[in-house]
């Protein structure tokens, strides 16, 4: 009896996990489908060559443009100035959380570095607005700091605790026989976690890193709140940028339903889910390539 409940069990879990599974990959392919339908009837009324290459998003004007390229630019401007910011500053706390901290020290630092990934955005983005960007006005002798690089140090702030803690758990993962080895050969700490411990978790951390810059890409309320939104072509940090989230969610509630404009802010999303997609499969694709690296 007890068996075939065990095995009822085992039916009954399998079951459940293969329905969820189907379940998010059906919502996905729905997502996708949605913005890709859409997508079409905006290229029926605009060309594909003028969304993608004209230089000014203005679909409320006299002469309406719809050109994206203002719009991805900006977003990789404040993506990448997160990136540089939040990269080096997760990794090294990560290798001194797992190689230089006290257990003690460790236990404290990793619970607040998470609850960091629990503050809303709008509270960081209101952070931007009172403090970030006053100190970057100053410092730039600008009107005000709503700017990319105002954004990029929030998303910074924001990537920073998935980064830490994805790249210190790769790191505590690898066995200690790497450090006593390296040890043993008369490597110090420093030379151990350069040499030997950080490119053996390099899945890990590239893993690490396109969280980040998922997390990054996807904001949307910090964005919006701390650079300004202007829609011109960026030409610089120091500029107003208007990202693809951010077009989004100021004009989706506004515009007329089925226009041109309606359709013009599904093909920007769907663009973005493109972009989000190719930055998780580069991620994949460099991972599984190191680790058959490393297995040869």
Do not use: C
């Not at 309406?64 to 997160?82: D, F, H, K, Q």
């Not at 080895?181 to 390099?202: D, F």
């Not at 300004?228 to 610089?236: C, D, I, L, R, V």
């Amino acid at each position: 009896m007890k068996l075939a409940a065990r095995e009822a069990i085992d039916r009954f879990v399998k079951i459940l996990f293969r329905t969820t599974g189907l379940l998010v990959i059906g919502i996905l392919g729905g997502i996708f489908i949605m913005l890709l339908w859409n997508t079409v009837s905006f290229f029926l009324h605009i060309k594909p060559l003028d969304f993608f290459t004209a230089n000014q998003w203005n679909p409320g004007g006299h002469h309406a443009s719809y050109g994206i390229l203002p719009l991805m630019v900006s977003t990789s401007l404040v993506t990448l100035g997160a990136m540089l910011i939040a990269i080096p500053l997760g990794i090294g706390t990560a290798a001194f959380m797992s190689e230089y901290a006290s257990k003690r020290l460790r236990n404290i630092l990793k619970p607040m570095i998470e609850m960091l990934a629990a503050v809303p955005s709008v509270a960081i983005g209101f952070l931007g607005i009172v403090i970030v960007g006053p100190e970057i006005a100053k410092l730039t002798h600008q009107a005000n700091g709503l700017n990319a690089l105002n954004g990029a140090v929030l998303l910074a702030i924001m990537a920073l605790p998935t980064i830490i803690t994805v790249t210190e758990d790769a790191l505590q993962a690898l066995p200690s026989t790497y450090r006593e080895a390296s040890y043993s050969v008369g490597a110090n700490r420093w030379q151990t976690l350069r040499k030997v411990i950080i490119p053996s978790a390099a899945p890990g951390i590239i893993a690490a890193i396109m969280l980040g810059v998922g997390r990054a890409i996807g904001e949307t309320m910090t964005v919006l709140m701390a650079t300004g939104n202007a829609s011109a072509f960026p030409k610089g940090f120091f500029h107003s940028v208007r990202t693809i989230t951010a077009t989004i969610a100021i004009e989706m509630g506004e515009v007329p339903y089925q226009t041109t404009h309606y359709y013009a802010l599904f093909a920007i999303a769907a663009v973005l889910f493109i972009i989000t997609l190719l930055v998780n499969l580069a991620g994949e694709y460099f991972v599984n390539r190191y680790r058959k690296y490393q297995a040869a």
